[in-house]
Nanobody, 117 residues
Framework: QVQLVESGGGLVQPGGSLTLSCAAS????????MRWYRQAPGKERELVAI????????NYKVSVKGRFTVSRDNGGNMVYLQMSRLKPEDTAVYYC??????????WGQGTQVTVSS
């Protein structure tokens, strides 16, 4: 069974940094693109970053470009989201996601990121 387990969230001051991790299992990790989403209170879930199966291609939500970096370790079945210069508006629950036509769509349980002084 597919499992995605996020970790690394927490409370950070504006301008600070955090790195989120997502441990994946139950599917052939190296053959799927991976995504990070976030959902702030009262708002819809939004796509933050996507990384291709090889890790060679990435794409970001405009508001995080230049501040966030997505990466992956195909040997360890891990995907990461390095977040720097964090802003209060980055406060949200962050989710790891995998999806595919035959695989289906799976989400992790989420990890809370709070940016506040």
């Amino acid at each position: 069974q597919v499992q995605l387990v996020e970790s690394g969230g927490g409370l950070v001051q504006p301008g600070g940094s955090l790195t989120l991790s997502c441990a994946a299992s139950g599917f052939t990790f190296r053959t799927y693109a991976m995504r990070w989403y976030r959902q702030a209170p009262g708002k819809e879930r939004e796509l933050v970053a996507i990384i291709s199966d090889s890790g060679q291609n990435t794409n970001y939500k405009v508001s995080v470009k230049g501040r966030f970096t997505v990466s992956r370790d195909n040997g360890g079945n891990m995907v990461y989201l390095q977040m720097s210069r964090l802003k209060p508006e980055d406060t949200a629950v962050y989710y790891c996601n995998v999806q595919g036509a035959t695989l289906g769509t799976y989400w992790g349980q989420g990890t809370q990121v709070t940016v506040s002084s």
